[in-house]
């Protein structure tokens, strides 16, 4: 959503600087809301919950993407909402300025991780 927020600031600019007129700019946002209704439609293609569950979904999957063997996309997805369950559980406001609270969400999820991609699994996994 980050990408989608900057495209959004830099339409902005230009515009605000004459750099593009108004036709320009309305078939950027209409490209910038197809972007974001196609990742919400995959999202739920996958049976995950949002932007934050796809983002993590797409990173555990870009990280496994260099091993030979992979994990099944339902496997993929079961990790994914468990990491954001294990991370959710710590989080408190303020969460990103609390060093110890990162710290806490970073070691459980290391763990999980870990256990689930090494136990049990011949996919060996490199922490991020």
Request: proline content about 2%; some cysteine; glycine content about 4%.
């Amino acid at each position: 959503m980050n990408h989608c927020k900057k495209r959004v600031e830099d339409l902005i600019e230009a515009y605000k600087e004459k750099r593009l007129e108004a036709k320009e700019i309305l078939e950027e946002f209409e490209e910038i809301i197809s972007d974001i209704r196609a990742r919400s439609d995959r999202a739920k293609s996958l049976g995950l919950e949002g932007e934050a569950e796809l983002s993590f979904y797409h990173m555990l999957e870009a990280s496994l993407d260099d091993e030979e063997e992979h994990l099944p996309e339902d496997s993929l997805t079961d990790v994914t909402k468990e990491i954001v369950s294990l991370i959710k559980e710590e989080m408190v406001v303020e969460w990103k300025k609390k060093v110890k609270v990162q710290q806490k969400m970073r070691k459980k999820v290391k763990l999980y991780l870990l256990k689930e991609l090494d136990g049990g699994t011949k996919i060996s996994w490199t922490p991020l």
